[in-house]
């Protein structure tokens, strides 16, 4: 017997309720769906969803099940830079997972589909999932069509800087925002919003090709549609998003995050998805498949192109095809096939084949936005971890986005306490060539683990900064980052890790190819280790209380629970 139905025998205000709504007598037999989406007025990636809700419930009528709507909308990170909205961002993941959840359980169904777009939503949905453990299904919100010229949202920032330091008038900084967002969905470059899609598609919890489907095309309809009506087989067969979203499963996602070149927030996201199923994943494995992945993807930030000529150029299969000796094609998926068995079938998705057959005439040829292994963009993937004396626990670089003269560096440091201050010393030209700048404080119990995207975008497009100059931090990162930038610095200063105890002037070394980031002098000369480890002992032994906001509510509620950058920033209840 249906769970719903089970339930319904001893809940018996349950049939009456909907009954007071817009269900009817012969609903009430059915297979129930809980429809869940992030539908809201908030931003681009989740105006549209309401539209894709109506597709699935009409899908789910037709199919001779009945669907119910629940909302949790999202926050944009885009909305909120640059302001205190932004330490809200990681925690909104832990409150969307929450109410999803919270939902499911007050609300029996018997099936799932998850509807959302962006860069804590499509975690947020991931995690529920392996909290409600039932047969379940995530639809995309599909991806933004590219501005004027195949501009990106992400410009308006590097173009904010340069109208800041007189590089630009501010009629060319003003139009660049006007032309930004020509339609809905995720932002167009691979961000975390794109990266999150396409690790869903990644874990077998999308029919394939359904990440990042421009969002102003008839094939996002399509495949919400055909997405859709699988469900019924998924609760038919009992198969639930446990089944799907396994430690081999996992591993592909990391595997395809390498060949995507994949933001570095996924490092945040894909452990505290994973927990949710039982699963631990290690920080480690990301930088064991990077190193043997080679990077394929030509999007920005750290390429030409934006996400739309990536879906229209193949897509995620298309990734997939040539990444095939290293991924596990065994995984089962939300179609009742391997992974494995959807590549070789593509052409029963219609709205994929369509789209790719009828790709806009503008669009480059499909091998120049995806590259073939033989001639990747990097042929060690996008992502390395380093750990050292300034972060024993680990942080992490998109190296795929440094300048290569920037792979091994050593600089002075200039100490900051937060975002805000260090941009002001970056816009106003304090911060000089050979300098590293540190941000500390920003971590999930410093202040909820902001992005610190105005500061690297400062960097990342000032031609004498660029270079020359790194940014390392117990905060994170956007996904549009570009540039020499080290985050999620385990332990945070916080929590007493030893980026509490930079002071200006000591020696900051980064070095990639051995994977490791160091304190190596004091007052701009370079130290032995033993010393080193020294002069950091007695700066600890001598450290007061840490600085700290005491936040009421679900900001301060974050902060005291919250884990470790490097582990996912959960909300740890065993603390």
Not at 291 to 319: C, D, H, K, M
Not at 428 to 439: D, R, S
């Amino acid at each position: 017997m249906l769970y719903s139905q089970q339930i319904r025998k001893i809940a018996p205000e349950m049939d009456a309720l909907k009954l007071g709504m817009d269900w009817s007598k012969n609903e009430l037999e059915l297979p129930q769906i809980m429809v869940s989406s992030t539908y809201g007025y908030g931003h681009p990636g989740s105006f549209h969803l309401d539209s894709l809700v109506d597709t699935a419930l009409k899908t789910l009528s037709e199919n001779n099940t009945k669907g119910a709507s629940f909302v949790v909308s999202d926050m944009c990170d885009g909305v909120a830079q640059g302001h205190d909205g932004m330490n809200y961002s990681l925690v909104s993941r832990e409150m969307i997972a929450a109410m999803v959840e919270i939902q499911g359980r007050a609300a029996p169904h018997d099936g799932l589909i998850l509807i959302s777009s962006c860069d804590k939503s499509v975690p947020a949905h991931l995690m529920a999932a392996g909290r409600l453990k039932m047969p379940t299904i995530f639809i995309p919100g599909g991806s933004m069509a590219p501005g004027a010229e195949g501009t990106t949202v992400d410009q308006t920032a590097s173009n904010y800087a340069r109208f800041r330091r007189g590089e630009i008038p501010e009629e060319d900084y003003i139009r660049s925002q006007n032309q930004a967002c020509p339609s809905c969905g995720a932002c167009q470059f691979m961000g975390t919003a794109s990266t999150m899609q396409i690790m869903a598609e990644a874990l077998g919890l999308t029919l394939p090709g359904a990440a990042l489907i421009p969002a102003d095309s008839s094939y996002l309809e399509k495949m919400t549609a055909q997405a859709s009506a699988q469900i019924p087989e998924m609760i038919a067969e009992n198969i639930t998003a446990a089944d799907i979203i396994t430690k081999k499963a996992l591993e592909n996602a990391v595997t395809v995050h390498a060949a995507i070149g994949g933001s570095t927030n996924a490092l945040l996201h894909l452990p505290a998805v994973a927990r949710e199923f039982g699963i631990k994943l290690e920080p480690d494995l990301f930088d064991r498949i990077h190193s043997r992945v080679p990077f394929l993807v030509n999007t920005i930030p750290s390429g030409e192109y934006p996400t739309q000529y990536f879906w229209y150029s193949g897509g995620v299969p298309a990734v997939m095809e040539h990444i095939k000796k290293h991924l596990h094609l065994d995984t089962l998926t939300i179609t009742g096939r391997t992974l494995g068995e959807n590549l070789d079938t593509l052409s029963h998705f219609s709205y994929y084949k369509e789209g790719i057959k009828n790709k806009p005439q503008n669009i480059p040829p499909a091998e120049k936005v995806i590259h073939s292994p033989e001639q990747p963009l990097n042929s060690r993937g996008a992502v390395a971890i380093l750990k050292g004396n300034l972060a024993p626990e680990g942080a992490v670089v998109k190296h795929s986005a440094l300048p290569r003269e920037m792979l091994h560096f050593t600089g002075s440091a200039r100490v900051f306490s937060c975002e805000e201050d260090a941009l002001d010393a970056v816009l106003n030209k304090n911060i000089h060539p050979g300098e590293v700048i540190i941000i500390r404080g920003e971590g999930p119990r410093g202040s909820g683990m902001p992005e610190m995207y105005y500061t690297t975008e400062a960097l990342a497009s000032d031609p004498e900064l660029a270079s020359s100059t790194a940014l390392v931090t117990d905060g994170r990162f956007s996904g549009a980052t570009r540039g020499p930038a080290v985050g999620h610095v385990s332990p945070e200063a916080a929590a007493g890790g030893p980026i509490a105890l930079v002071k200006d002037n000591d020696l900051i070394e980064i070095n990639i190819p051995d994977r490791s980031l160091n304190i190596v002098g004091v007052n701009g000369q370079s130290l032995k280790k033993e010393s080193i480890t020294s002069r950091l002992q007695q700066r600890k032994n001598n450290l007061g209380p840490l600085p700290q906001i005491e936040n009421t509510g679900s900001l301060g509620l974050f902060q005291k629970l919250a884990a470790a950058p490097m582990k996912g920033a959960y909300l740890d209840l065993e603390k």
